[in-house]
């Protein structure tokens, strides 16, 4: 784990990328803002985190590190030890977390729920969609404190590390480490996980037929793993959704909340939910 920091005292803010080995966007974006050393009204941590993996290109060496949190200082995996490491870093800090995806290819937001941070900060961003998780949050760092993980863009491609790097300096400018200020968006959608998409892990070949965050139809074949189709039984949004991004599923139903100015009084869009 690499840590830096630009500005003097003690940080309240962090910024983390890496996670995951093979998403190298993070890691980018941080060494070209350490390269640029730009003036800071407060101090910020930066951090890489899984470098033995992202020196190895693998998603991680032992276990996925962004469903090892909290991890304990002397656990048996690579990535507990390192989850545990990591929370002591980010500890009383305000985090960014930087992701990418075989997905989608334009920048979303993740939170765990939709809190003052996110109100506050996601409207400074240029993504998307809003993606509450809780349901999903076991072990992730998003789960651990106040965080706000980005998906960036399709994993290794040149347009996730300038995303990750323009999201960074958004971020950055939303919390005050740097001046700059956008006018914020508050027309961002919001949508909530509700279920995963299971898919069968033995099967060679696998597609999907439906978009990201448009919305599927009861009937439409939204998946494939060799001959077996996929059909849905009642609406859903379709988000994290890809053949080959996770072993088990294909990724996520979610709900529409509504858009970020208007999450209070709307409640998710009144699909049956009848498992």
């Not at 998780?133 to 992730?140: C, D, I, P, V, Y």
């Not at 200020?181 to 909530?192: G, L, S």
């Not at 892990?201 to 060799?226: I, K, L, M, S």
């Not at 072993?247 to 409640?267: C, I, K, M, P, Q």
């Amino acid at each position: 784990m690499r840590v830096e920091q630009l500005g003097e005292g003690d940080p309240e803010i962090a910024v983390v990328g890496s996670i995951h080995g093979d998403e190298p966007c993070g890691a980018r974006a941080i060494r070209r803002l350490l390269s640029e050393d730009p003036d800071v009204h407060r101090p910020v941590k930066l951090i890489i985190a899984n470098e033995e993996a992202l020196d190895r290109k693998l998603r991680y060496v032992e276990e996925d590190l962004n469903r090892a949190f909290p991890g304990a200082p002397d656990a048996d995996t690579h990535e507990a030890r390192l989850a545990h490491e990591l929370v002591g870093e980010l500890r009383g800090c305000t985090v960014f977390s930087m992701h990418s995806t075989q997905s989608y290819a334009a920048p979303f937001a993740l939170v765990d729920d939709l809190n003052a941070l996110a109100e506050a900060v996601v409207p400074n961003l240029t993504v998307e969609a809003l993606i509450e998780t809780a349901k999903f949050s076991e072990g992730r760092l998003i789960e651990t404190q106040d965080v706000i993980e980005v998906e960036c863009g399709i994993q290794g491609s040149e347009r996730a590390a300038a995303n990750a790097y323009s999201l960074t300096v958004e971020f950055l400018n939303a919390v005050g480490v740097l001046e700059a200020r956008i006018a914020p968006r508050h027309d961002i959608p919001v949508f909530r996980l509700e279920r995963q998409l299971p898919k069968p892990p033995e099967a060679g070949e696998y597609e999907t037929f439906v978009a990201n965050f448009e919305r599927a139809a009861e009937g439409d074949t939204y998946a494939r793993a060799d001959e077996e189709l996929f059909v849905a039984e009642r609406p859903f949004y379709p988000v994290l959704l890809s053949p080959y991004g996770y072993e088990n599923v294909f990724g996520y139903a979610g709900s529409l909340v509504g858009r970020l100015d208007e999450h209070t009084e709307a409640g998710p869009e009144p699909t049956p939910e009848h498992d």
